[in-house]
Nanobody, 125 residues
Framework: QVQLVESGGGLVQAGGSLRLSCVTS????????MGWFRQAPGKEREPVAA????????YYVDSVKGRFTISRDDAKNTVYLQMNSLKPDDTAVYYC??????????????????WGQGTQVTVSS
């Protein structure tokens, strides 16, 4: 069973920064597009950012464009999310996932059924 382990969350003031990491046990990590998702209390899980295989392209939801940057290190089976200029609306549990498929308009297509435990990001005003 594929494992996804997210880390790097925490409590930060508005305007601050955090860097999330997601390590996966997938042996063929480089074959997958990777993405970050978040779920705020009372809301559905939404895609935040995604990066295609070999970093060929990226996707960001409009609300984080210019503030968040996704990157990947295939040698470490790790995907990162650098979050700058954080806002209280960014408060959520952040998860990563993987997929073979890609869409420039939504990022990952055909998500894995495996989700990690997530990492909590709380932004205070």
């Amino acid at each position: 069973q594929v494992q996804l382990v997210e880390s790097g969350g925490g409590l930060v003031q508005a305007g601050g920064s955090l860097r999330l990491s997601c390590v996966t046990s997938r042996r063929t990590f480089s074959n997958y597009a990777m993405g970050w998702f978040r779920q705020a209390p009372g809301k559905e899980r939404e895609p935040v950012a995604a990066i295609r295989q070999f970093g060929r392209s990226t996707y960001y939801v409009d609300s984080v464009k210019g503030r968040f940057t996704i990157s990947r290190d295939d040698a470490k089976n790790t995907v990162y999310l650098q979050m700058n200029s954080l806002k209280p609306d960014d408060t959520a549990v952040y998860y990563c996932n993987a997929a073979y498929g890609w869409s420039d308009s939504v990022g990952l297509l055909g998500l894995s059924a495996s989700w990690g435990q997530g990492t909590q990001v709380t932004v205070s005003s």
